[in-house]
């Protein structure tokens, strides 16, 4: 069992102070007087408010950051109790569902009361964002606030959570050194003859066990000598002589995610198999030495990608090798040719090179890194070199 601490749940209100000051020094950079967010992740990050009741799609909630003060929410009656509880002092609802006016004349009158120095706001409207609002509500709001000019924040928004703060990043590498453990432990629990479906069950009540919140993301792939892709599974298939298993997890604690892969040989695989794995090891390894302040996510593919095209790939039908990591299982920077994002210390990243070494057959490897001040720290406890061994 790891040796970390829990670091606990939930965070002081000097945590969210943090953020907002770092999130508003950036909103004035980017010339808005306010960020509209709508979305789970993005309300969680600034409040701190947690709760299931997100699965329910039938009501619209709102948080108002403003170039300066506090946030202000604008949420449903039904949550209004519980936001209350958070850090957040000025929190306005009202009785919802309400389909002929959800909430939208109460934001409109907020954000009519803010002061305006540019007369722009920004919304969830840009790459790997959404709004968590009816197209047809966010154009009525619009409509009604003449004057300002409501446009894609994710800019601004990626920006202010791309750099975790210390309690982030220690909730990061608690989930990671829990699934880790857990990887490393299955060999121990499955065998021969095993269904992908029960494998994965098996993994899964272990993260569990071992300290995880939950398990949203697990997808198991197993073929002789490769697997095809991955992102399904699992799938209706037991395990075989020859085969490799593939297993990704993007586990959470305290609603942070790790997300990274490990694979398993059943009894013998081909000497091709075996070059192409350790060709990807190798790969990873250039990868974490490129990982350093000053360099672009684009510098993290080429380390990569060099070692995987000396060893004959075929191509890497994932497009990018590597991506952001934080409340979400993948977030920005992509790790990929055009991404010019300065790494600095604070960003979380996984490394993640693939490759294609025979047609339909392919292995991509995956670590969680963080940027220090000097280059980068590993998060999860380093894959072996040799795939681990099932009989």
């Not at 329910?56 to 300066?68: E, G, H, I, K, Q």
């Not at 992908?196 to 993994?203: P, S």
């Amino acid at each position: 069992m790891t040796d970390l601490s829990a670091p606990g749940h939930g965070f002081p209100e000097s945590e969210f102070e943090t953020r907002i000051a770092r999130a508003q020094r950036i909103m004035r950079e980017h010339e808005f007087d306010a960020l509209l967010l709508t979305t789970p992740h993005d309300i969680r990050y600034v409040t701190g408010f947690e709760t299931q009741f997100w699965e329910s799609p039938t009501r619209p909630w709102f948080l108002v950051v403003p170039a300066d003060g506090k946030p202000i929410a604008v949420v449903p009656d039904i949550g209004a109790p519980q936001m209350g509880r958070t850090w957040i002092d000025d929190v306005r609802s009202w009785q919802s569902p309400r389909p002929e006016d959800d909430g939208t004349s109460l934001l409109a009158s907020t954000l009519a009361q803010l002061p305006r120095r540019f007369g722009r706001m920004g919304a969830e409207l840009g790459r790997e964002m959404s709004l968590r609002m009816p197209v047809i509500q966010f154009l009525d709001l619009r409509d009604a606030l003449p004057g300002l000019e409501i446009t894609d924040g994710s800019p601004c928004i990626w920006e202010a959570r791309r750099v975790k703060t210390p309690a982030e990043i220690a909730r990061i590498h608690y989930i990671c050194q829990i699934a880790s453990e857990a990887y490393e432990g299955l060999v121990s629990l499955i065998s021969e003859g095993e269904h992908l479906r029960e494998v994965c069950r098996k993994l899964s009540m272990d993260i569990l066990r071992r300290g995880a919140d939950a398990v949203p993301f697990l997808p198991a792939i197993a073929g002789p000598d490769g697997v095809p892709q991955i992102v399904c599974g699992p799938l209706d298939k037991t395990l075989e002589a020859g085969d490799i298993m593939f297993i990704d997890t993007g586990s959470t604690y305290d609603g942070y995610f790790c997300d990274f892969d490990r694979h398993w040989a059943v009894g013998d695989i081909s000497d091709e198999a075996k070059r192409a794995n350790a060709a990807v090891w190798d790969a990873t390894e250039a990868g974490i030495a490129a990982a350093r302040p000053g360099a672009t996510v684009e510098d993290v593919f080429d380390a990569q990608s060099k070692v995987i095209e000396a060893a004959g790939s075929l191509g890497n039908n994932v497009g990018r090798m590597g991506h952001g990591l934080g409340m979400q299982l993948t977030e920005p920077p992509s790790n990929m040719p055009g991404d010019t994002t300065l790494l600095e210390p604070g960003v979380v990243l996984t490394i993640e090179p693939g490759m294609e070494f025979a047609p339909g057959r392919m292995i991509v490897h995956e670590e969680n890194v963080l940027i220090t001040e000097d280059g980068c720290e590993l998060l999860t406890k380093r894959a072996p070199r040799e795939m681990w061994r099932i009989d």
